[in-house]
C-alpha cells in the first residue's frame, strides 16, 4: 500500500491504564466505536471484569505494571494472539504528584519519570515493533496535560512527563513518514483519582478561571480520541488541548 494513502480507522486499540477514570471511558469508547480492546493496569478492577464479560471476543485485559518491559511485551504477544493485530495505541497510564519540587524526594522524581515517560516510551516501541510487522500502518495518541504548557505548582516532575511525551509526539510523528499518525490530546484538569488530591478552594479557582464555567469531563475528551482513532483526519504531530480554555 502507498504510503501517502489514508491510514485506516483503528481495528484493535491498545489503551494502557484503563481501569479507571479517563482510560476506562476511552476503552468503552473505542469499544463502542467498533474496535477491539485491550488494556492493562496493575489492578484489574470490577468495572474491567464486567466489559470482558460482556465482550468476551473484543477486550483483552490483564495486570501489567507498564515499568516492567516483559510483561508488557507478553501482554502485547497474548492480547494480539486473542484479538488480532494491534494497530493502535492510547498512552494514557500515568502517575500524578502533589508535592513542592524541593520537597519531592529523588526516589519518587524517578518513579514518575520512569512511569509516566521511560516507561510509555518502552510500551510505544514495543507496540511499534509488533504493528511494523503487521500492517505497518497505524495509529498513536499519547494523553498528556495542559501541565506540559502552563506551570502549575506541585507539578514539576509530572509536568516535565507531559511536556517529554509532547516533544516525542512531534519527533515521532517525523520519524514515522506517515505510517503512524502520531497525536497528543491534553486535558484541563478533571475529576479522577489522580486529581483528588485537589482542594474544593484549588477546583473552584480552576473552574472560575476557565471560560466555558466548568472543568473537562472524560466525555469531553474521548471524543477527541475517537476522531484521532477512527477518522481520516490528517492530523499529525500536534498537541491538542482540551480545557474550556482555561489555559488561553
Ligand atoms: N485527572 C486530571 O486532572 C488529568 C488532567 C490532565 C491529564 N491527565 C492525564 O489523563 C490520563 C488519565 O488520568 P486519570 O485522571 O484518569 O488518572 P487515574 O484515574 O489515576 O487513572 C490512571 C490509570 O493509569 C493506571 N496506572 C498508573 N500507574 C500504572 C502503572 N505503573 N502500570 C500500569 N498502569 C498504571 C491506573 O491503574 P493502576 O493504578 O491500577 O495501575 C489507572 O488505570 C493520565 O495520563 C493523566 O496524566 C489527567
Redesign the pocket.
Known amino acids: 500500500m502507498s504510503e501517502n494513502t489514508p491510514i485506516p480507522a483503528a481495528s484493535c486499540v491498545l489503551v494502557?491504564?484503563?481501569?479507571?477514570?479517563?482510560?476506562?471511558?476511552l476503552v468503552k469508547d473505542a469499544l463502542a466505536g467498533g474496535a477491539k480492546v485491550a488494556?492493562?493496569?496493575?489492578?484489574?478492577?470490577p468495572e474491567l471484569e464486567q466489559l470482558v464479560a460482556d465482550n468476551p471476543d473484543h477486550v483483552f485485559v490483564g495486570?501489567?505494571?507498564?515499568?516492567?518491559e516483559k510483561a508488557i511485551k507478553t501482554f502485547i504477544k497474548d492480547a494480539s494472539a486473542k484479538l488480532g493485530p494491534i494497530d493502535a495505541l492510547v498512552?494514557?497510564?500515568?502517575?500524578?504528584q502533589d508535592s513542592m519540587h524541593l520537597h519531592t524526594s529523588p526516589e519518587r522524581i524517578d518513579q514518575i519519570i520512569s512511569?509516566?515517560l521511560t516507561?510509555t516510551l518502552v510500551l510505544t516501541r514495543a507496540f511499534l515493533r509488533h504493528a511494523m510487522a503487521k500492517s505497518g500502518r497505524g495509529r498513536i495518541i499519547n494523553?498528556?496535560?495542559?501541565?506540559a504548557q502552563r506551570g502549575y505548582a506541585g507539578l514539576v516532575a509530572?509536568s516535565a512527563?507531559?511536556g517529554g511525551l509532547d516533544s516525542a509526539t512531534r519527533a515521532l510523528a517525523r520519524e514515522m513518514h506517515g505510517r503512524f499518525l502520531v497525536n497528543s490530546v491534553?486535558?484541563?484538569?478533571?475529576?479522577?483519582?489522580?486529581?483528588s488530591v485537589?482542594g474544593t478552594e484549588q477546583l473552584s479557582t480552576i473552574t472560575r478561571r476557565t471560560p466555558t464555567g466548568r472543568?473537562?469531563e472524560?466525555e469531553n475528551?474521548s471524543p477527541i480520541v475517537h476522531s484521532l482513532l477512527f477518522d481520516d483526519t490528517n492530523m499529525n504531530g500536534q498537541v491538542i488541548v482540551v480545557d474550556g480554555g482555561g489555559s488561553i
Open positions: 494502557s491504564g484503563g481501569s479507571r477514570g479517563l482510560g476506562l471511558e488494556t492493562f493496569a496493575r489492578t484489574v478492577t495486570p501489567v505494571d507498564i515499568t516492567d498512552n494514557n497510564a500515568a502517575i500524578g512511569t509516566n516507561a494523553v498528556t496535560s495542559i501541565c509530572y512527563t507531559k491534553a486535558p484541563g484538569f478533571f475529576a479522577s483519582e489522580m486529581s485537589l472543568l473537562v472524560p475528551i
